[in-house]
Nanobody
């Protein structure tokens, strides 16, 4: 029912801004009480949570990435966007958008996009 799809450039130059959009269908990003997340996986490493934007528009970011991260949304398009500034090759990886059900005390990421490869290279 709910589908998420990432889109954006697959190649970004160092020091520039990574910008990805997640398009959601089958459900509204403003519906109580879902949280819409960005997660990434560097090659050969585990998943790393980046941050979320909630159904009310609230945002929260990983402390290690907060200074470089901005998540926003366009409710008319049912989309949310990740911007990561000042990227380096360490930011290379597969980026996923995913939904959290917003249940207290437990994280359930029930729907995921297919992931999109982002390479930071000159």
């Amino acid at each position: 029912q709910v589908q998420l799809q990432e889109s954006g450039p697959g190649l970004v130059k160092p020091s520039q801004t990574l910008s990805l959009t997640c398009t959601v269908s089958g459900g509204s990003i403003t519906t109580n009480a879902y949280y819409w997340n960005w997660i990434r996986q560097p090659p050969g490493k585990g998943l790393e949570w980046i941050g979320y934007i909630g159904y009310s528009g609230s945002t929260f970011y990983s402390p290690s990435l907060k200074s470089r991260t901005s998540i926003s949304r366009d409710t008319s398009k049912n989309q949310f966007t990740l911007q990561l500034t000042s990227v380096t090759p360490e930011d290379t990886g597969v980026y996923y958008c995913t939904r959290d059900r917003g249940l207290s005390g437990i994280i359930i990421l029930d729907y995921w996009g297919q992931g999109t490869q982002v390479t930071v290279s000159s």
